[in-house]
């Protein structure tokens, strides 16, 4: 089903925040490649009308379309730099 009017101006939104968030953090990156891929994870967390606590994971991809491989490989890559911080995947090596 093709993206709404609202859809595709959110998902720039978003693009352009994810890109303004890693510059801010590695500003002194001079190229920093081009942005293919991405899976954002959140939380929201509220209280039904009984005051029970609830909480939801969403996650939301690029365009919502990122294959499902590849947003498992980007959770791998992540998980695997978690466990070992000095882990840098580098394709020329």
């Known amino acids: ?9 959110a998902d720039d939104a978003l693009t352009d925040a994810i ?7 590695d500003p002194d990156d001079d190229d920093p490649g081009l942005l293919t891929d991405y899976l954002v994870i959140a ?11 609830w909480s939801c994971v969403g996650s ?21 730099s978690l466990i070992a911080p000095d882990f840098c995947h580098d394709e020329e090596e």
């Open 1 to 9: 089903m093709p993206r709404t009017p609202e859809q595709r101006e």
């Open 19 to 25: 890109e303004t968030v890693w510059r801010a953090y």
């Open 43 to 53: 939380v929201r967390r509220g209280y039904s009308d009984d005051g029970d606590p």
């Open 60 to 80: 939301l991809t690029r365009d919502d379309s990122v294959p499902v491989h590849i947003q498992l490989g980007l959770m791998e890559q992540k998980r695997a």
